[in-house]
């Protein structure tokens, strides 16, 4: 069976082994060995391996998710069924043919995560695929517990064996070798199957905060030493991941919350996470144009020097050395001999932060939603700014409780901006609470890490009705107003929109304090107040940069 060990560890992204399990024992995997019948033929054995492999990479088995699936077999069996397309549909790309044929893309868009597949058997009948194999969840849970072990130092223990080393036969790969699927066929290369997997294997890293794999190592890295050309292996482990993926761990990231009544912080009171959002399957809409190019065109724009211009502040000397060369030589001399700085260079990334709770659900001032309003804002002002030029990120949010604020990555700053971040915008649908707080912080805290360029803007589109359990609207709006405040003290620029909504204004002042804000009872007035609004953000966080 060893010869599926590079196949299972590309596909999962960990150091996967792959074992011989009983005569007509599904198969299964315990996190770090993939157990497939060897009495299977080749392209079924391939099959099995490559989708455990694929739930171990989508997140499948992880510890909250399973441990719903203990003594609950019908479940775990609705679950795999629909988890299984999801899983293989995240690796699509890698599969070899014969594995993606087994994808039912219909189901496979339904759930965009482990946590909704798992609420989607509670409610569909999954019909179960054979290749899918089985979960064991008692034996997943055990594998977690002997790598915390592992991870807090306590020595390691042998499980003991389940059957006899005998019954693993050696010649396992050698039956059914005419009926083996050939996933070297594809060419080695960028777009080949065999090209992909290797990249991808060759590009694993463990999880910096999570203690590595399970029962794995402590993960490792190189650091240089002082002699020129020398570098040692650490396994020290790194605290914090530099990457906004991060936050998507299943752990999520934590953050402070201002408690108005004590006047003071909870500490790490919040965990945000990133949720994958379901993309909408209809027909992509194209975004309306509502004239926001013109007045956006002139923000963001820092001084760059230029070469060979006919007019500037300084000479361009190898411009000038080859017109004083042209005219020894007879020719006409090119009089562009001139440096000028001039405000061409698009300086700004801007992430777009989308309420889509529940209150966005209510009518809107124009005879829609107020959510449908706010996405074709959303749609709009994403659309602009990336024709622009500029950085662009688009995520949505939503809660439901303090250890359960969702923000759904639509576009993160590295992602095209194409037909499936738009399909992701209109399948949003508004539902749950709204953690504003929360969801700034982390749209601020992204922004940081990945902006890349000297100016940042972070524009919240919201009805302004901060509310969740815990979360009330004072309380709230206190919280919501003070992480505006931490974002701009960082030299993030704050700009919120309220767009179709009946909101108090004066419940807005309340939420959005001193950041720029309007409300727009109608789109097609948005680029009347967007120029002047993006402006007053802007040189708000220039001025703090500064001072700081």
Request: proline share 5%; net charge positive; glycine share 10%.
């Amino acid at each position: 069976m060893q010869r599926w060990n590079l196949l299972a560890s590309a596909l999962s992204g960990l150091p996967v082994q792959v074992m011989a399990a009983g005569a007509g024992e599904r198969a299964w995997t315990d996190g770090k060995t993939v157990f497939v019948d060897a009495g299977l033929p080749g392209a079924r054995q391939l099959e099995a391996v490559a989708v455990q492999a694929c739930l171990l990479s989508a997140g499948s088995l992880q510890r909250g998710v399973v441990r719903k699936l203990v003594r609950r077999r019908a479940l775990a069996a609705r679950y795999l069924a629909i988890e299984g397309h999801r899983a293989l549909m995240a690796n699509a790309e890698l599969l070899p043919p014969a594995v993606a044929s087994l994808i039912d893309h219909e189901l496979a868009a339904r759930s965009g995560s482990p946590v909704e597949s798992l609420e989607l058997a509670d409610e569909v009948n999954g019909v179960p695929v054979s290749a899918f194999g089985a979960i064991h969840p008692g034996k997943l849970l055990a594998e977690h517990k002997n790598a915390d072990k592992a991870n807090a130092g306590v020595a390691h223990q042998p499980r003991n064996q389940r059957r006899p080393l005998s019954e693993l036969d050696d010649d396992a790969d050698t039956e059914g070798a005419d009926d083996t699927v050939d996933i070297f066929s594809s060419p080695v290369g960028g777009s080949g199957a065999l090209g992909r997997l290797v990249a991808k294997m060759l590009q694993v890293t463990r999880r910096l905060g999570g203690g590595g794999p399970p029962g794995a190592d402590s993960p490792t890295h190189r650091t240089r030493s002082g002699r020129r050309g020398g570098s040692a292996v650490s396994s020290a482990t790194v605290g914090a991941v530099d990457d906004d993926t991060a936050a998507g761990d299943a752990a999520g990231a934590t953050y402070h919350e201002w408690d108005v009544h004590r006047r003071c912080y909870r500490q790490n009171w919040c965990t945000v996470s990133e949720v994958a959002p379901t993309p909408d399957l209809g027909p992509v809409p194209r975004p309306a144009d509502y004239g926001l190019r013109r007045p956006l065109a002139r923000l963001g724009v820092g001084l760059d020097r230029y070469h060979r211009q006919a007019q500037g502040d300084d000479i361009d000397l190898d411009a000038a050395i080859e017109g004083r060369v042209e005219v020894l030589a007879g020719s006409a001399p090119d009089e562009a001999v001139y440096l000028d700085s001039l405000r061409r260079r698009r300086d700004l990334s801007v992430l777009i932060l989308l309420d889509v709770s529940g209150s966005a659900d209510e009518p809107g001032t124009v005879g829609q939603t107020v959510h449908a309003q706010q996405r074709a804002a959303a749609a709009a002002l994403a659309t602009a700014l990336h024709d622009l030029g500029d950085r662009l990120a688009l995520y949505a949010f939503h809660s439901q409780g303090r250890s359960a604020v969702h923000l759904r990555p639509v576009k993160r700053f590295d992602d095209a901006f194409g037909a499936l971040a738009m399909r992701r915008l209109q399948g949003l649908k508004p539902g749950a609470y709204s953690r504003l707080g929360a969801a700034i912080r982390h749209g601020s805290a992204v922004l940081e890490r990945r902006a890349g360029t000297p100016r940042r803007l972070l524009v919240v589109i919201s009805d302004g009705l901060a509310y969740d359990h815990g979360y009330e609207r004072g309380y709230g709006a206190a919280d919501a107003r003070r992480a505006l405040a931490e974002a701009r003290r960082s030299g993030t620029g704050c700009l919120c929109l309220t767009v179709g909504a009946a909101t108090d204004a004066d419940e807005l002042r309340r939420v959005f304090g001193s950041a720029a804000h309007a409300t727009i009872p109608r789109l097609d007035q948005l680029n009347r107040v967007i120029g002047p609004l993006f402006r007053s953000a802007l040189c708000s966080a220039d001025l703090r940069r500064r001072v700081a």
